[in-house]
């Protein structure tokens, strides 16, 4: 058996990530991966449609395969930066699909979108199922004209990941894949892992299942939830409040905001019970609230547990991981540290509506971790409102 302490090296070319910029008419090849990229110019235009993809403040052109030769236990970070331009008079929506991933040379470890296995869990696996983890970002979902979004990749492989048998599994199997790969000719070899990843650049025009831009993730939005009425500006009973919601779509009815502001401070208990004057509809903040929010920064948001390595928190897409996640994080006293928290800025700690073991989970300027229920803490709670309240701006 291979020791789990031992630097094992895992050969790859872990990402051929296949970017695909879709118009009415038009498509677009750009590939890319860790190293040697060329100097190519790659573009769009029809009519008012100009989509761009830059690396290193070059235009990426199409298929390009460009390799990570190593990855291993306590690698630093490897983090892939795309900046996609829209250089054209036309909005566009952005979304990326994982059409396959591959890990090792395993059938169980093979994954490919189907009726059957959707973007999503291809995603989550990748993410969170192995010791090493790749986690991809789009940092906007909407760009105008004129404006750009970014694209990630991020690659991690912690030195300990807390499961001993896991890491000393995958350190195995990885030396195992090497060897097979060093008897072979060199037309021969086949990276370790590879993922294959459509981005799409398409005309702003809405379906029920996309995004729907008028909500967008952090939209500052004003609203008086005593009247359950939107407003123009903070005074009085109307408060300032942004979107939570990571995407929310066309078909939903609701959209869930966070108010700028408190119901004053108190226990956790307290907290509980708040009962303010609104005719709004409201839940209380719940810790897979913020988390899922947090998770889109894949490389400052982090899960701290006492005595073993940091990681990312990686892409969180439902419900099922977040309760894992957070699960994980009180059965082993752990926390999670992140660079900010933009929809509230307070020195002050604020309760969420979820228990960690004789503590409740709180928030602050940096983290997210166990308070002491008899703290006096912000109590915010979140506004859940039909978008035929909220006229389009």
Same mark, same amino acid.
């Given at each position: 058996?291979?020791? &789990?302490?031992?630097?094992?090296?895992?050969?790859?070319?872990?990402?051929?990530?296949?970017?695909?910029?879709?118009?009415?008419?038009?498509?677009?090849?750009?590939?890319?991966?860790?190293?040697?990229?060329?100097?190519?110019?790659?573009?769009?235009?029809?009519?008012? #449609? @100009?989509?761009?993809?830059?690396? *290193?403040?070059?235009? =990426?052109?199409?298929?390009? =395969?460009?390799?990570?030769?190593?990855? @291993?236990?306590?690698? /630093?970070?490897?983090?892939?930066?795309?900046?996609?331009? *829209?250089?054209?008079?036309?909005?566009?929506?952005?979304?990326?699909?994982?059409?396959?991933?591959?890990?090792?040379?395993? %059938?169980?470890?093979?994954?490919?979108? $189907?009726?059957?296995?959707?973007?999503?869990?291809?995603?989550?696996?990748?993410?969170?199922? @192995?010791?090493?983890?790749?986690?991809?970002?789009?940092?906007?979902?909407?760009?105008? !004209?004129?404006?750009?979004?970014?694209?990630?990749?991020?690659?991690?492989?912690?030195?300990?990941?807390?499961?001993?048998?896991?890491?000393?599994?995958?350190?195995?199997?990885?030396?195992?894949?090497? +060897?097979?790969?060093?008897?072979?000719? /060199? /037309?021969?070899?086949?990276?370790?892992?590879?993922?294959?990843?459509?981005?799409? !650049?398409?005309?702003?025009?809405?379906?029920?299942?996309?995004?729907?831009i008028n909500y967008l993730l952090g939209k500052r939005i004003y609203y008086n939830p005593v009247n359950d009425t939107k407003c123009t500006s903070a005074a009085g009973?109307?408060?300032?409040?942004?979107?939570?919601?990571?995407?929310?779509?066309?078909?939903?009815?609701?959209?869930?905001?966070?108010?700028?502001?408190?119901?004053?401070?108190?226990?956790?208990?307290?907290? +509980?019970?708040?009962?303010? $004057?609104?005719?709004?509809?409201?839940?209380?903040?719940?810790?897979?609230?913020?988390?899922?929010?947090?998770?889109?920064?894949? +490389? *400052?948001?982090?899960?701290?547990? *006492?005595?073993?390595?940091?990681?990312?928190?990686? &892409? =969180?897409?439902?419900?099922?991981?977040?309760?894992?996640?957070? %699960? $994980?994080?009180?059965?082993?006293?752990?926390?999670?540290?992140?660079?900010?928290?933009?929809?509230?800025?307070? =020195?002050?700690?604020? #309760?969420? $509506?979820?228990?960690?073991?004789?503590?409740?989970?709180?928030?602050?300027?940096?983290?997210?971790?166990?308070?002491?229920?008899?703290?006096?803490?912000?109590?915010?709670?979140?506004?859940?409102?039909?978008?035929?309240?909220?006229?389009? /701006?």
């Amino acid at each position: 058996m291979l020791s &789990r302490k031992k630097k094992v090296y895992l050969k790859i070319n872990i990402v051929s990530i296949l970017f695909a910029v879709v118009s009415l008419i038009s498509v677009t090849l750009a590939w890319f991966a860790y190293s040697g990229l060329a100097a190519a110019r790659t573009e769009v235009d029809v009519k008012a #449609w @100009y989509i761009e993809f830059e690396k *290193n403040n070059q235009a =990426v052109s199409n298929n390009i =395969v460009i390799s990570l030769d190593d990855i @291993y236990p306590g690698m /630093e970070p490897k983090t892939e930066v795309i900046n996609i331009k *829209n250089l054209g008079d036309t909005e566009a929506k952005l979304k990326y699909k994982i059409s396959k991933a591959r890990i090792l040379d395993a %059938n169980a470890d093979y994954y490919e979108m $189907n009726n059957n296995t959707t973007s999503e869990y291809i995603e989550d696996v990748i993410s969170h199922n @192995y010791p090493f983890h790749i986690d991809i970002s789009l940092d906007k979902l909407y760009i105008d !004209a004129k404006d750009q979004a970014v694209f990630k990749v991020n690659v991690t492989w912690p030195l300990d990941s807390g499961n001993d048998a896991l890491d000393s599994l995958w350190g195995r199997k990885a030396y195992q894949y090497d +060897q097979t790969q060093a008897t072979l000719q /060199e /037309e021969e070899k086949e990276p370790s892992i590879e993922v294959t990843i459509n981005v799409t !650049a398409e005309q702003a025009i809405d379906d029920l299942d996309s995004v729907d831009i008028n909500y967008l993730l952090g939209k500052r939005i004003y609203y008086n939830p005593v009247n359950d009425t939107k407003c123009t500006s903070a005074a009085g009973n109307c408060i300032e409040t942004h979107v939570i919601d990571t995407f929310n779509k066309v078909e939903d009815t609701t959209v869930t905001l966070l108010p700028n502001t408190d119901l004053g401070e108190g226990t956790f208990q307290q907290y +509980q019970n708040i009962s303010p $004057n609104w005719t709004t509809n409201y839940r209380l903040l719940t810790s897979t609230d913020i988390l899922k929010v947090l998770s889109l920064d894949i +490389q *400052n948001s982090k899960i701290k547990i *006492n005595g073993i390595s940091d990681r990312v928190i990686g &892409r =969180v897409l439902d419900n099922t991981r977040a309760n894992s996640i957070i %699960n $994980n994080i009180v059965t082993n006293n752990g926390y999670i540290e992140y660079s900010d928290f933009a929809y509230l800025q307070s =020195v002050k700690c604020i #309760w969420t $509506n979820t228990t960690y073991n004789d503590l409740g989970f709180a928030l602050d300027r940096t983290k997210l971790y166990g308070e002491n229920k008899n703290t006096e803490c912000r109590m915010i709670p979140v506004l859940i409102v039909q978008k035929t309240k909220l006229a389009v /701006e």
